[in-house]
């Protein structure tokens, strides 16, 4: 079946970068954009980035544009987010998942404090 695993999270200082990966299976990764969310205490969960199928457009959030890069390796079926000078407002739990269908995985939590 269709399943997203993300790994890559952890406590990081505010400045600080990390990098989510995000494994897909179960369909045809080539052939599907994908998207990054997140969701903080008492959030709401909200959209991130998204990439395209073939990788050549992405799209973000106005809280993170120039700081987060989403890319894709169709190869290896996976999804990742560079995340940089990362705030204490980016704390959250984060997910990928292609918009129209699978289930939510259980996500990586970041956490930016000093």
């Known amino acids: 079946q269709v399943q997203f695993v993300e790994s890559g999270g952890g406590l990081v200082q505010p400045g600080g970068s990390l990098r989510l990966s995000c494994a897909a299976s179960?369909?045809?990764?080539?052939?599907?954009?994908m998207n990054w969310y997140r969701q903080a205490p008492g959030k709401e969960r909200e959209l991130v980035a998204g990439?395209?199928?073939?990788?050549?457009?992405?799209n973000y959030a106005d809280s993170v544009k120039g700081r987060f890069t989403i890319s894709r390796d169709n190869v290896k079926n996976t999804v990742y987010l560079q995340m940089n000078s990362l705030k204490p407002e980016d704390t959250a739990v984060y997910y990928c998942?292609?918009?129209?269908?699978?289930?939510w995985g259980q996500g990586t939590q970041v956490t930016v404090s000093s």
């Open positions: 179960g369909f045809i990764f080539s052939s599907y954009g």
């Open positions: 998942k292609q918009p129209l269908f699978g289930r």
């Open positions: 990439i395209s199928s073939t990788g050549g457009s992405t």
